[in-house]
Antibody, heavy 115, light 110 residues
Framework: QLQLQESGPGLVKPSETLSLTCTVS??????????WGWIRQPPGKGLEWIGS???????YYNPSLKSRVTISVDTSKNQFSLKLSSVTAADTAVYYC???????WGQGTLVTVSS | QSALTQPASVSGSPGQSITISCTGT?????????VSWYQQHPGKAPKLMIY???NRPSGVPDRFSGSKSGNTASLTISGLQAEDEADYYC??????????FGGGTKLTVL
């Protein structure tokens, strides 16, 4: 059974870079033709797609975040990662990783942007 | 890209049927059969309920069904149960090779 788990700091200072990793278990990130994505949800608000990556490295980003987002994949570790630069309080959210469009999802991790 | 439009809330009594709409444009919902629906209970990760407009993943009750007409997709839940009370989100692939979500609908089972 495929499982995804997000990891990374729960607190990031304003103007710094948020970095999260999603570890995939129960299957290979490169064994099938799936995209892998990041989605976030600010407290009390709706879902926002951040971006997706194909195992080969092709990336697609939300236009509103594109200038600050980098998603990468490490097939040797069966992981994919998110970097969001120049964060502000508006980037405080639960960050989810998920396969394809979108199933399954990780449990999510709350990242708070605060000094 | 603009979020897809969903009603903020819907409600129904146990056993009844409800429908949640998801309106986009010809560049997303209307242009592709890549509309999905997700159920989210408080404090939990979203769960895929419908993919590619009308397909149910294994394990999802057949009380859940999806459809699309023009630029509007719909999720129908029949035989409403208390456990169906949750937030529901639609999503669609877009002509820019991106994904857009709806604003979410809170379903209350009366």
């Amino acid at each position: 059974q495929l499982q995804l788990q997000e990891s990374g700091p729960g607190l990031v200072k304003p103007s710094e870079t948020l970095s999260l990793t999603c570890t995939v278990s129960g299957g290979s990130i490169s064994s099938s033709s799936y995209y892998w994505g990041w989605i976030r949800q600010p407290p009390g608000k709706g879902l926002e797609w951040i971006g997706s990556i194909y195992y080969s490295g092709s990336t697609y980003y939300n236009p509103s975040l594109k200038s600050r987002v980098t998603i990468s994949v490490d097939t040797s570790k069966n992981q994919f990662s998110l970097k969001l630069s120049s964060v502000t309080a508006a980037d405080t959210a639960v960050y989810y990783c998920a396969r394809g469009g979108f199933d399954p999802w990780g449990q999510g991790t709350l990242v708070t942007v605060s000094s | 890209q603009s979020a897809l439009t969903q009603p903020a809330s819907v409600s129904g009594s146990p056993g009844q049927s409800i429908t949640i709409s998801c309106t986009g444009t010809s560049s997303d919902v209307g242009g592709y059969n890549y509309v999905s629906w997700y159920q989210q209970h408080p404090g939990k990760a979203p769960k895929l309920m419908i993919y590619e407009v009308s397909n149910r993943p294994s394990g999802v009750p057949d009380r859940f069904s999806g459809s699309k007409s023009g630029n509007t997709a719909s999720l129908t839940i029949s035989g409403l149960q208390a456990e169906d009370e949750a937030d529901y989100y639609c999503s669609s692939y877009t002509s820019s090779s991106t994904v857009v979500f709806g604003g979410g609908t809170k379903l209350t089972v009366l």
